[in-house]
């Protein structure tokens, strides 16, 4: 197993950005997708942005063209660039790591490791 720590959350006014950080520790041998997942009060946890060790990605679609999932091979973390948010992002983000295989890369039964969160608050 990985532990995953996250970090870059916040309060941002609507339109604004934010960046999180996921880093990576333990063994990552064997992992094969990372992602980002976000968890609204009374919500279901949902994908956010996917990416598998091929760097090939895939985004919910109410996020694409607003944010960007990449990472750092070299330093081992996982990033998500959030541009134009909007107060219907706001959520607890979670990064996600699986070593399964998996058949709906942006659905959380596939990933079997996972961070703690950290808060997202959009105001308008």
């Known amino acids: 197993r990985v532990q995953l720590v996250e970090s870059g959350g916040g309060s941002v006014q609507a339109g604004g950005s934010l960046r999180l950080s996921c880093a990576v520790f333990?063994?990552?041998?064997?992992?094969?997708?990372l992602g980002w997942f976000r968890q609204a009060p009374g919500k279901e946890r949902e994908g956010v942005a996917v990416?598998?060790?091929?760097?090939?990605?895939n985004y919910a679609d109410s996020v694409k063209g607003r944010f960007t999932i990449s990472q750092n091979n070299a330093e081992n973390t996982l990033y998500l660039q959030m541009n134009n948010l909007k107060p219907e992002d706001t959520a607890m983000y979670y990064c996600?790591?699986?070593?399964?295989?998996?058949?709906?890369?942006?659905?959380?039964?596939?990933?079997?490791?996972w961070g703690q969160g950290t808060q997202v608050t959009v105001s308008s």
């Open positions: 996600a790591a699986s070593t399964l295989i998996i058949l709906w890369p942006l659905h959380r039964s596939g990933y079997n490791n």
């Open positions: 333990g063994n990552t041998a064997g992992l094969n997708n």
């Open positions: 990416i598998d060790n091929n760097g090939r990605t």
